[in-house]
């Protein structure tokens, strides 16, 4: 019976090292192993190569061609929340067949209003911020925006709170009724687009501006997207920066 119990004792003791050694071995990185994991490695860009790097050179706005456009609006307002998604503050229209832009007799539907970190120079200096007034024609393919180069400047506001909520036409011409607030400017957390503040726009005055432009500066982006870039317009020093800040490229 001691013979037995001694045996069976033996086996439980030798199984239980066998399974300690066997998680140590599982635990140990062969020559291999470890190798393959360097090679897995993401390998980081040589500091030094960032001298030579190249950055995107800005567009100079009065090398394009002067082109004179008519126009002819039907706009009204946009209610709908404003967006984020670190490339461009927007806001998206919710009323496509409402607000419409006749160009050169042919129709387009308003379809968002754009703040971007911009690409262009004015006479050599550099833009800071730029507003995009995009609208698109869904037979033809076609989408042409108005750009707006925004010359940062400090401005009374009051006038332009009450312009932004009050719907009636009006002959006002100004960009800065659109935004009036910083915290209607949501912040962008990566990596989706964040939703801020809903907001009224009033979209006469911006409708107005675009009319009393006597010409703009013609950019073709592609075959379907033409940029017709007007001059620099003044835009709220505090609301500008605020929506730089807020974007990451």
Excluded at 28 to 54: A, C, F, G, R
Excluded at 130 to 158: G, M, Y
Aim: aromatic share 12%.
């Amino acid at each position: 019976m001691n013979n037995y119990s001694n045996k069976e004792t033996y086996i439980v003791f030798f199984a239980a090292i066998t399974i300690i050694v066997l998680l140590i071995m599982s635990m140990i990185k062969t020559p291999v192993e470890v190798k393959d994991i360097d090679e897995e490695k993401e390998t980081m860009m040589d500091l030094s190569l960032l001298d030579n790097l190249k950055l995107p050179e800005k567009q100079e706005i009065t090398n394009f061609k002067k082109v004179k456009k008519e126009v002819f609006f039907k706009y009204g307002n946009n209610n709908n929340y404003i967006i984020n998604d670190g490339r461009r503050v927007y806001q998206g229209c919710t009323r496509y067949l409402e607000n419409i832009a006749i160009i050169d007799g042919y129709r387009f539907g308003l379809v968002r209003i754009e703040w971007h970190k911009s690409v262009l120079t004015w006479k050599g200096i550099k833009v800071g911020l730029e507003l995009h007034i995009v609208h698109s024609d869904v037979e033809s393919n076609q989408v042409i925006t108005f750009v707006f180069p925004l010359s940062l400047v400090d401005l009374r506001k009051e006038f332009f709170t009450d312009l932004s909520y009050h719907n009636q036409p009006t002959d006002v011409a100004t960009l800065n009724s659109l935004l009036t607030r910083i915290d209607q400017i949501p912040a962008y957390y990566c990596c989706t687009p964040n939703q801020g503040a809903m907001v009224n726009f009033n979209l006469c005055p911006i409708a107005n501006l675009i009319l009393i432009q006597k010409y703009f500066y013609e950019y073709k982006m592609s075959q379907n997207i033409t940029w017709f870039i007007a001059q620099p317009q003044m835009f709220d020093r505090t609301i500008g920066l605020n929506i730089r800040s807020k974007l990451v490229g």
